[in-house]
């Protein structure tokens, strides 16, 4: 047993002589642990995990991905909050986890204080309703709705989702009233449309490319800024005149206090990663995402704006006192 | 013939030599993984899925279902062998299937396991070749309002599993209420609002039920052995001398007494794979339940009733394919899985759906002959001789020795879901509370029923009262709703009505 | 000893119920800004279950002679009972020694614990460290995740990279 003690302390003595000349050198030295707050096989994975071969290349290390789906994926983001700012913990983190969630509910870190990499790329939106539905524009939507007041029901993947707080944005803007229903997630709220069970749906593009192109799904109305390739004649909800849009991102956040190097230099690399051909490509053709780089510091003031923005659909809705 | 030559090309796309060889690599690793307690074939997929980017479409979603089908196969063998299921949807398995190994029939329960199996894969298989758009479009019709009746309907299988002392049915509506309790834990699912927190932040996605079902039944049973190891089952095991071989005789007679369970199951397992949400574990134990309450005999049940194997394990691998069903015709995955599937396929720069049947069929019409020959293949060349092995081994194994590192993988399965060592304190928790409710005469599947139920009764029911605005006419307008809830409080008056005459 | 045991249980479930009603819920679960319909229609679910459970032991205490409800299988807990301790030690220990070097202490100490002697130390250890390694090298090296880290996970990053 005494042999055991011994190795015990040896090893302990290496810990601390290995974790000191780590930090001391140059980063990253080592494979850099990254969590993505939701699970494996949706966009947001898909397009980490594409990112990510470039990423390794940038870095010279390796990527250890890790699907940390749960609470809505601010379990992950709390976890990189709570890790040591040495740049070999960072997070994938959707701006509304960010900026939507820690309004909602008591979390343990504060999205300020968190460091803001950089965001490669937005989720676009679309309002849809069923093929045979008697609406084909968007103002005959709206006319309904505003003649029949709490008649229409739409599907979101979740009360306090952005895809729920923009239509209810519409609402007090339009004066109108209409009810959210929330699913688990976009696939249910487009069955709960298909099934007829609610009138209409806003859903992520990827959640819906197949049943719009196979025509099941008739779309109304884009409530992203811009228009999307797999149904460009259909205009944004900035082109009808709100001023206003729904935004949400992938982006990356790393622990609070971390060295501005560190960020610098993961902020470089997504960047690095997004403006490489294939990935432009793969997400246009393959993914019908968009990759749009943005850095760090536009990053925040981006979740800043959106704090509030959505802060004040919470309160109006009625979800936040 | 359209569909013919649809169905060609899909062969000429789909078969080869390497798909073939991925799809029993992938049925082993799926067995693998199923069989061992804490590690199911789902988290194999999802943990495998970014290794898949790289290879060919076809191929890759070949392996993923080998190892999908794998490990709803897997999960049967050690129910049976230990009493401790592989995974969540061989828990029903484990009812009939241990008390059939201690009295000497373990290779008629694995075997019958296998067939089922493959029978109730093959069904489904079939059904989503020849009938997926119908059953998709039925499937669509079921709404928050239907769906809810559908699972107060398997709620009432509760019912059925309770003994029939006066003092037993009331422990199983203790379970039950409990059950239902625990699953309120975490965010409320429709306002993401707090309930039970404590102000721990790990609590807020809820019990994991997987995890939930390794605690109460893979760790509290191996705490249970554990008590029993002074005279382990192993040495009254040791003591039958007489294991009865099958033969083709035998076989076919099980088959025979089966087969209307087994086709039951199947359709069963069918229906609720194609409903988006519900799955392999659910189904199992709908095939249970309505086996025993079709049952002339259902007194035998949970004594080793070869019916009782048959029923769950063809429910559960039917979900396989159906569950494909609304990912194939509406480009909507209904499991998790079938969202690892999409992935799988998107990465491919293929979108499941519709349009794919109409741009690229032979890639569907590959994928659904693909998993034709999965449970044909697998079963016959993978999982047929594994089933022996196991036998043959886990004889001379001591078992005291074993639990360890079953307790090991039990952990380990539980950290994988998400990563955290949260996870591994739940698992302990309710592997003593199963533990302690074991001991006391309660039984767990009982709690994990209305465990796993519970969330889903609870949210269809307010989803369906926050579409009619508050009325509950919502359910007696739906004629689906009204006659599964009339079903249920039939069946649940008859059943309790025959334990009192006992 | 059995209906004894029943009528304690329900007993405690009572009590639970009722801190449910007046303590866990307002404070758990209303104040928390949640629906608590659901939450109530569950809990007077068990709260009547508990009470039907309850009577029900007691009346099935007066039937029976207090002679004849001793277990026939006389269950010896103490092994149980010193493996959930083990495990939970083993879990608390993971956060800061990491997966490898608690879970072979564990599985050296458990396996120990149930086999009879004569035990073979050098082939435990051995066996220990080789499953755990096993574990370790499936999570990390070829399914690239992680699992707990600590001193010996450090160290063997640092000797591969």
């Known amino acids: 047993m005494n042999k055991f003690k011994l190795s015990i302390f040896l090893l302990l003595f290496l810990l601390f002589f290995v974790s000191f000349s780590v930090i001391a050198q140059d980063y990253p030295l080592k494979p850099i642990k990254s969590l993505i707050p939701l699970s494996a096989g949706g966009t947001s994975d898909i397009v980490a995990r594409a990112l990510a071969p470039y990423m390794e290349e940038y870095l010279g290390q390796p990527l250890v991905l890790i699907n940390k789906p749960g609470a809505n994926g601010t379990l992950a983001v709390a976890e990189v909050a709570q890790s040591e700012p040495d740049g070999y913990t960072f997070g994938w983190a959707n701006l509304p986890t960010l900026v939507i969630h820690s309004q909602l509910t008591e979390l343990p870190y504060d999205p300020e204080e968190l460091e803001f990499i950089a965001t490669a790329m937005p989720f676009e939106y679309v309002v849809l309703v069923r093929k045979d539905a008697s609406w084909n524009t968007w103002e005959e939507f709206i006319q309904y709705a505003k003649s029949n007041p709490g008649k229409i029901t739409y599907g979101v993947p979740g009360l306090g989702s952005t895809n729920h707080?923009?239509?209810?944005?519409?609402?007090?803007?339009?004066?109108?009233?209409?009810?959210?229903?929330?699913?688990?997630?976009?696939p249910e709220a487009i069955a709960a449309v298909l099934g007829g069970h609610v009138n209409a749906c806003n859903t992520s593009t990827t959640a819906a490319v197949s049943t719009v192109q196979s025509g099941e799904m008739k779309p109304l109305i884009v409530l992203s800024d811009k228009r999307i390739n797999l149904i460009p004649d259909i205009p944004t909800i900035l082109e009808k005149g709100y001023d206003f849009y729904q935004y949400s991102c992938l982006g990356a956040v790393l622990p609070p206090n971390t060295p501005e190097a560190i960020r610098l230099k993961l902020e470089q690399a997504i960047e690095y990663a997004c403006n490489q051909d294939d990935i432009q490509e793969k997400a246009k053709n393959n993914f019908f995402v968009t990759i749009d780089f943005k850095n760090g510091s536009e990053y925040r003031e981006l979740a800043t704006k959106y704090y509030k923005i959505w802060g004040d659909v919470l309160r109006q809705v009625g979800l936040l006192k | 013939m359209n569909f013919i030559s649809n169905l060609m090309d899909g062969i000429n796309y789909g078969f080869s030599f390497l798909n073939l060889l991925g799809i029993l690599v992938g049925y082993l690793l799926g067995i693998i993984f199923g069989a061992i307690p804490g590690l199911t074939g789902g988290?194999?997929?999802?943990?495998?899925?970014?290794?898949?980017?790289?290879?060919?479409?076809?191929?890759?979603?070949?392996?993923?279902?080998?190892?999908?089908?794998?490990?709803?196969?897997?999960?049967?063998?050690?129910?049976?062998?230990?009493?401790?299921?592989g995974t969540p949807m061989a828990a029903a398995t484990a009812f009939d299937g241990y008390p059939m190994r201690i009295k000497g029939e373990g290779l008629r329960a694995l075997e019958m396991a296998l067939f089922a199996s493959i029978i109730g894969g093959t069904v489904s298989n079939l059904l989503l070749m020849f009938t997926a758009p119908p059953l998709a479009r039925v499937a669509l019709k079921l709404g928050p309002a239907e769906i809810s009746a559908l699972i107060f309907f398997a709620l009432t299988i509760i019912t059925n599993l309770m003994g029939n002392a006066a003092i037993e049915i009331w422990k199983g509506l203790v379970a039950a209420g409990l059950g239902l309790l625990f699953s309120i834990v975490g965010l409320d699912m429709l306002t993401a609002t707090r309930r039970y927190g404590f102000g721990i932040i790990q609590l807020d996605s809820g019990i994991n039920y997987?995890?939930?079902?390794?605690?109460?039944?893979?760790?509290?049973?191996?705490?249970?052995?554990?008590?029993?190891?002074?005279?382990?089952?192993?040495?009254?095991?040791?003591?039958?001398?007489?294991?009865?071989?099958?033969?083709?005789?035998?076989?076919?007679?099980?088959?025979?007494?089966?087969?209307?369970?087994?086709?039951?199951?199947?359709?069963?397992?069918?229906?609720?794979?194609a409903l988006p949400g519900l799955g392999a574990t659910e189904?199992?134990?709908?095939?249970?339940?309505?086996?025993?309450?079709?049952?002339?005999?259902?007194?035998?049940?949970?004594?080793?009733?070869?019916?009782?194997?048959?029923?769950?394990?063809?429910?559960?691998?039917?979900?396989?394919?159906?569950?494909?069903?609304?990912?194939?015709?509406?480009?909507?995955?209904?499991?998790?899985?079938?969202?690892?599937?999409?992935?799988?396929?998107?990465?491919?720069?293929?979108?499941?759906?519709?349009?794919?049947?109409?741009?690229?069929?032979?890639?569907?019409?590959?994928?659904?002959?693909?998993?034709?020959?999965?449970?044909?293949?697998?079963?016959?060349?993978?999982?047929?001789?594994?089933?022996?092995?196991?036998?043959?081994?886990?004889?001379?194994?001591?078992?005291?020795?074993?639990?360890?590192?079953?307790?090991?993988?039990?952990?380990?399965?539980?950290?994988?879901?998400?990563?955290?060592?949260?996870?591994?304190?739940?698992?302990?928790?309710?592997?003593?509370?199963?533990?302690?409710?074991?001991?006391?005469?309660f039984f767990g599947p009982i709690f994990l029923i209305a465990f796993i139920l519970g969330p889903f009764l609870e949210r269809n029911v307010r989803t369906a009262l926050i579409i009619s605005k508050g009325s509950i006419s919502i359910f007696l307008r739906s004629p689906v709703a009204l006659i599964l809830l009339a079903f249920s409080v039939i069946y649940t008056i008859s059943s309790i009505k025959?334990?009192?005459?006992? | 000893m059995k209906y004894r045991n029943d009528t304690i249980i329900a007993f405690g479930l009572i009590v639970f119920c009722l801190i449910n009603y007046f303590y866990l819920i307002p404070s758990q679960v209303i104040k928390q800004g949640s629906q608590s319909t659901y939450v109530y229609i569950v809990n007077t679910f068990l709260f009547l279950s508990s009470i039907g459970y309850f009577?029900?032991?007691?009346?099935?205490?007066?039937?029976?002679?207090?002679?004849?409800?001793?277990?026939?299988?006389?269950?010896?807990?103490?092994?149980?009972?010193?493996?959930?301790?083990?495990?939970?030690?083993?879990?608390?220990?993971?956060?800061?020694?990491?997966?490898?070097?608690?879970?072979?202490?564990?599985?050296?100490?458990?396996?120990?614990?149930?086999?009879?002697?004569?035990?073979?130390?050098?082939?435990?250890?051995?066996l220990s460290i080789l499953f755990s390694l096993f574990i370790y090298i499936l999570f990390t090296v070829i399914l690239k995740t992680i699992l707990p880290e600590g001193i010996l996970e450090v160290l063997l990053q640092d000797i591969i990279y």
């Open chain 2, 210 to 273: 997987i995890v939930a079902i390794i605690g109460i039944l893979a760790l509290a049973e191996v705490f249970n052995q554990i008590d029993q190891a002074g005279e382990l089952k192993l040495a009254v095991l040791k003591e039958v001398k007489i294991f009865k071989r099958p033969t083709m005789k035998s076989r076919l007679k099980d088959l025979k007494i089966c087969a209307k369970d087994i086709f039951r199951s199947s359709i069963v397992g069918s229906i609720i794979g």
């Open chain 2, 283 to 441: 189904a199992a134990f709908l095939g249970y339940g309505e086996a025993k309450r079709n049952s002339k005999h259902p007194e035998t049940f949970g004594e080793g009733e070869i019916i009782g194997i048959a029923a769950p394990e063809s429910a559960n691998n039917a979900v396989c394919a159906a569950s494909m069903i609304p990912l194939v015709t509406l480009g909507i995955p209904g499991s998790v899985v079938a969202a690892a599937l999409f992935g799988a396929f998107m990465i491919q720069g293929m979108m499941p759906g519709p349009m794919l049947m109409k741009t690229n069929p032979e890639v569907i019409y590959g994928l659904f002959v693909l998993m034709l020959v999965t449970d044909i293949l697998g079963g016959l060349i993978v999982a047929y001789p594994i089933l022996y092995l196991a036998e043959k081994y886990m004889k001379k194994i001591a078992y005291n020795v074993l639990f360890p590192f079953i307790i090991v993988f039990c952990a380990v399965g539980s950290y994988g879901i998400n990563f955290n060592t949260f996870d591994i304190k739940v698992l302990l928790f309710l592997g003593v509370f199963g533990y302690f409710i074991k001991r006391n005469g």
């Open chain 2, 43 to 85: 988290m194999a997929i999802v943990l495998l899925l970014p290794f898949t980017y790289n290879f060919s479409p076809i191929f890759a979603i070949a392996t993923l279902m080998g190892i999908y089908k794998g490990g709803v196969y897997g999960g049967s063998i050690t129910a049976i062998l230990f009493n401790i299921p």
């Open chain 2, 498 to 502: 025959k334990k009192f005459k006992k």
């Open chain 1, 165 to 186: 707080l923009a239509l209810e944005f519409v609402a007090m803007k339009e004066n109108i009233q209409w009810e959210p229903v929330p699913f688990p997630g976009n």
């Open chain 3, 55 to 126: 009577f029900q032991g007691i009346l099935q205490k007066k039937f029976l002679t207090s002679g004849n409800q001793e277990n026939k299988i006389n269950k010896d807990s103490k092994k149980s009972i010193i493996i959930i301790i083990l495990v939970a030690i083993w879990i608390l220990l993971m956060d800061y020694l990491g997966f490898l070097l608690s879970t072979i202490v564990f599985l050296i100490v458990s396996i120990a614990t149930l086999s009879n002697p004569p035990r073979n130390y050098p082939k435990l250890l051995i």
